[in-house]
Every structure is written in C-alpha cells, then in structure tokens.
C-alpha cells in the first residue's frame, strides 16, 4: 500500500520522526522543483537514500572523505564492468578488493544519507509517497532487508538531528554572507560514470546491502515506476494500527479516544513553521523502556514541541546515544521507565543500578524517573540518588476504564514539565552565551587605546544584535555620523562611512535626551528629529524600535552608538549587556586619555 501527501502540510522533520516513531518500513520519496530524493526505512531506521536525482553518488563520496583514491574508484568501476551480469554494488567491490573496509563504508553511507536528509530539510513545498512494497527480499536471500538497522546503526533520529545541525549551521553562514555551495557541487562526480543516468532519472539507492554483507546477488530491489497512491498520508491511522496493538485488552471507543489523543498531539504545520520549533536549538530526550505503549505515546506528543526522542531498552545502546548527542553539544533528559519486573532489565534493582552507572559516566545528564503510584519508597530512593523529577505512571496490572484517561492526563503533565525544564536550560544557555560573549567583548576593549578602535569595537558588538547599527561622534551643535554597519543593501554587514549624516541638537529629541540623562534608549520612538534627519538619510526601518547606545567620559557623552532592526520584527533585547560594554568602552577611553596627559606632562 502506498500513501502520498503534502510538505505543506506536514513538514519532512515530522513524517521522519512518525516513520521512526512507529517503526515504519519501505521507501519514503519526495518530489518538489528540484527533482525527487528518496530515503528508504527499515522498521523506523534509516537504510539508505538516494541524494536528489542521483545527483551525489556513493563512490564520489568515498573518494573525497579520504576512504579511497580515485584510482581506487576507477579500478572497481572497471571491475564492475568486466563481472557483467555477475557484478555487484560499487561498495561491496571495494571490500573484496581489499580497498575499504566495512566500517568506513557504513561512514561514507551515512553521509550520503546525512547530505539527502539536510537537502530534504530545507523543502517547504512538495509532495511525498510511502510506498511499503517498494523494497522486497527473495525467500532465498540471507541478508532481509529488516536486519539492516541493525547494521547499520543508523537511527533515524540521531540522523535527523545531525541534519538539523548542519542545515541550521548552512542557514547562518548564509545569513551571514558566507558562500555555502550546494552538496552537489560539493561532491560533484570525480569520474565521468558511464553507467549514470541522465540527469533527472531516479538512481539506484544505496543500501546497507552494498556493503558486501550476505548474500547480495539475492536483494531484490522492486523500483517500480511512479504510482497512482490510493490513499493519503493520515498520522492518525497510523497511530491507530499502533494502539490496536498495544491495547489490544480495550474496548474499540477506548482505543479511538486515545488515538485522537495522539492525533491532536501530531503536528499537521509545514514549511517555516515546523522549523521554528527547532530554532536552531537541538533538544533530545531519552526514553529508557520496554513498554511500547509509552515510547510511542512520549515521542508523538513531544515532538510536537521539536523535541528528538530516542527509545531505546539496551545499556550500552543507551551509552552509545549519549555520547553522539554529547558529541554535537546537546545534553539530552533521560527518562527512566518504571520497574516493570520483580528481575531482569526494568526490576527495581536493575533501575537503581543503572541509574548510580548514568550519573557516574554522565554527571551533566539530568535524570527523570517513572514510577508506580503505590511505590512510595522507590520514589523517595529515586530523589536520594538525585533524580530531577518522579512522575507516577499509572498502572496497567489492573486495566480499568480509567486507565486511558489517567494515562492521557500523565502524558500531558509530563510533556508540560519536559517542555519547562527545556525552556529553562533555553534560558541559561543564552545567559551563559551572552557572558561569554560580553566576556569575550570586555577583553577585547582593554586591548585598544584609539577613540575610532573603541567605538568601531562597540559598533560591532551592537550589530551583532541589530541589523543596522550607526557611530555617531557628539558635537556641540550636532551629531555627526562616523562608521556604519548593515545600511547597504541585501543585509551587507561590512562597514562603510556614515560622514554624510548630520542630525541637530538645536530641538528637543530623543537624542539630547539620552545626552542629558546619559542613559541607554531602547524603545519605539516618532521623534521628528528623528524621521526627519536619520530615517530622512538611511530609510527608515520596519518598526521605529530603536537603540541609543552612550559612551560617557569622565561623565560626559562623547559617542552615541544607534542600533535598529531594518526591515526584520523588533524582538526582546537584553540591553543590560550592551550597557555594561559601552561603560567598559568610556572607561578604556578615560584611561587612555589620562595616559596621553600624563605623557605630555612628563615630556614637559
């Protein structure tokens, strides 16, 4: 069965997570204006992909990630000729060839994948299919398609994750004016392939079979021609064929009650939209559990709020997710289900093991634990071993009617607290990131002397914030403009002079105001001093929203550095920061110019 649906109206970052989520299969193709990429699931992993149109290929990449030489390539493109009917994938050629080994081509694969999910990312218009008979195994073949996850390794969250990452790092530096080639180009063919297709036809996806494991002659792969889907893609029924499953003991109303439970909790937003809750800000969480009922329901609600959920019911799986989410600087929540057994894996014992193991390995990591209601002392043994929150999940040895309802409440209470403590550790991480930076600003300052070097320093603090920032040098009858940062067209952030500006202090304005009072100025203003004689030169922004910024030497305004958004929304500014910056600035100044009066005085 095939379903198709809409990027419009839910984003590639949801359907990868539901497909995940629900443990998927088959092949997941995408078609927009740029052509058709296709990533292929196995049980809600990753197994391979085909970069758009074909347009990245294995051997290429390969080539450029220094895990084999061009000649190297060359010599198993010829040895897939000669072996005609009898070849095998490029990759598995490499391997008895002795050129690679399994490991660094399982490297190069997740990179091809990694590339087509960021190129996948970026998409905000287009169709998608999944289609569960594209992709088949022969009853002979010794290497089923559902064993390559396992692999593979390839979790289709870490994977989404490290996209995320690079699409978001992609999008800054083209912010930023930086040049950011396309993947193509990039890996662009280092041998004229003679096999390729012609630019536009759907390419030979690149699986976990070729890297030369089983029985490769036996993988069939069904790439049948583009289909007519007889159904649309619905997140509720998929939902529904997952609870039937898991609770299966109730009555088919119950069962819909919590399915439409679930279904409100799935996003249905595309394009822009499902990438703002990510915000370049990758949140991770890690459900340690057997219980199916509760992996699918915590990753469905939570990835609503852009959260990666990763389940997993392994210790050193569990280890291994740790580590790569450490690795690109995240520090997920780990949430403990509750014991399950009196022995085995989620007994009281094993729990209180694992969690003493975590803490010890990973002090950083903040631990949430699960519990019955009725286990009072497990719950109080829990904030002993320092866990962050306990949350009583009810109970299915009993199943009563009101079990789904209590279950719905307890998901709900807990993605409420999830969501909380993330905002939290939002808002330290920005406070900890502006010290660094205010830090970094302050040292910066204490190593310059010049009145131009100084106030050029905090005209570039402020337009790091602002998308035009202006020096403005005080006289005694004017202000007149020095350097500028952000007033050429298309967002240039390169500074030009700012000489032909002169504003007037003769009128009463929000500029002899902050000369007055000495005080900062960050607010919306219609000032006619200024619409009439700085929006009258720069063009005036957006909104009126805008910075005054003082330098003040031995208590006297000497520079006022202006700040506004341009043509982007005024969001919150924390201005305390540029306030401390610019007193470090009039202080250098002061220094310096009492180290300039002391040297004459000596030279005299």
């Known amino acids: 069965m095939a379903f198709t649906g809409d990027l419009e109206q839910l984003h590639i970052v949801d359907i990868i997570q539901l497909l995940h989520t629900t443990r998927k299969s088959g092949t997941f193709s995408v078609k927009g204006d740029r052509g058709e990429s296709r990533i292929i699931f196995s049980n809600g992993y990753i197994v391979g992909a085909s970069h758009l149109n074909n347009s990245v290929r294995i051997g290429t990449v390969m080539v450029k990630m220094n895990i084999i030489t061009q000649a190297d390539l060359q010599q198993a493109l010829d040895a897939q000729k000669k072996a005609g009917k009898s070849r095998k994938p490029l990759i598995a050629t490499l391997i008895e060839m002795g050129k690679t080994g399994h490991e660094e081509a399982s490297r190069a694969l997740k ?8 190129e996948l990312i970026g998409w905000t218009r287009g169709t998608f299919t999944l ?11 010794s290497y089923p398609v559902g064993a390559m996850e396992q692999t593979m390794s390839l979790d289709a969250q870490m994977v989404l994750m490290d996209a995320l990452r690079i699409f978001d790092e992609r999008e800054r530096d083209r912010q930023n004016g930086k040049q950011t080639p396309l993947f193509e180009e990039l890996f662009a063919d280092v041998i004229a392939l003679e096999h390729a297709e012609k630019s536009g036809g759907r390419g030979p996806v690149i699986t976990a079979d070729d890297l030369g494991l089983g029985d490769l002659d036996h993988l069939e792969r069904r790439i049948p021609q583009p289909v007519q889907a007889s159904e649309t893609f619905d997140p509720a029924e998929i939902h529904r064929q997952k609870i039937r499953e898991t609770l299966a003991g109730f009555s088919p109303e119950k069962q819909e009650a919590f399915v439409l439970f679930l279904d409100r909790s799935t996003p249905r937003m595309g394009g ?66 509750s014991p399950m057994t009196p022995s085995g894996l989620l007994s009281e014992e094993q729990i209180v093991g694992l969690r003493q193991r975590v803490r010890g390995r990973y002090p950083q990591v903040p631990l ?37 309802d209590d279950t719905m409440q307890f998901l709900e209470t807990f993605n409420a607290y999830v969501m909380a403590f993330f905002g939290e550790q939002r808002e330290r991480a920005e406070v900890d990131s502006r010290l660094v930076g205010l830090l970094d600003s ?19 603090s402020v337009s790091e914030i602002f998308e035009r920032s202006i020096t403005l040098v005080v006289r005694p009858a004017e202000l007149v403009g020095d350097r500028a940062i952000g007033l050429q067209a298309g967002g240039d952030k390169r500074t030009t002079s700012a000489a032909a500006l002169k504003i007037p202090l003769g009128l009463p304005s929000v500029f002899r105001e902050v000369l007055e009072k000495g005080r900062l100025f960050y607010n919306e203003s219609d000032d006619m001093v200024l619409k009439e004689h700085l929006f009258a030169g720069i063009g005036a922004p957006l909104r009126q929203t805008v910075l005054l910024l003082p330098i003040k030497v031995r208590g006297k305004v000497v520079i006022l550095t202006y700040g506004d958004f341009g043509e982007r929304e005024a969001p919150p500014v924390q201005t305390d920061m540029l306030q401390v910056l610019a007193h470090q600035a009039g202080v250098v100044l002061e220094n310096a110019l009492y180290r300039k009066q002391f040297g004459k005085a000596n030279s005299k």
């Open 272 to 337: 822009q939209d499902a990438l703002a809750r990510h915000d370049c800000r990758i949140r991770a969480m890690i459900l340690f559990s057997e219980d199916e009922l509760v992996k699918h329901s915590v990753m469905t609600i939570c990835k609503n709020e852009g959260v990666l959920v990763f389940a997993t019911d392994g210790e050193e799986e569990l280890y291994r997710i740790i580590d790569q989410c450490l690795l690109i600087r995240t520090v997920p929540i780990l949430v403990l289900d």
């Open 368 to 404: 949430i634990q699960m519990t019955s209601p009725e286990d009072y002392s497990f719950a109080m043994q829990a904030y002993r071993d320092g866990i962050r929150a306990v949350f009583p999940k009810p109970s299915r040895k009993e199943p009563g009617a009101a079990f789904i």
């Open 442 to 460: 302050v040292a910066k300052l204490r190593d310059l002397s010049e009145p131009q070097e100084v106030s050029l320093a905090l005209l570039q």
């Open 131 to 141: 289609d569960a008979n594209d992709i088949a195994v022969t009853q002979e073949c």
């Open 111 to 118: 990179k091809l994948i990694e590339m087509t999910v960021v």
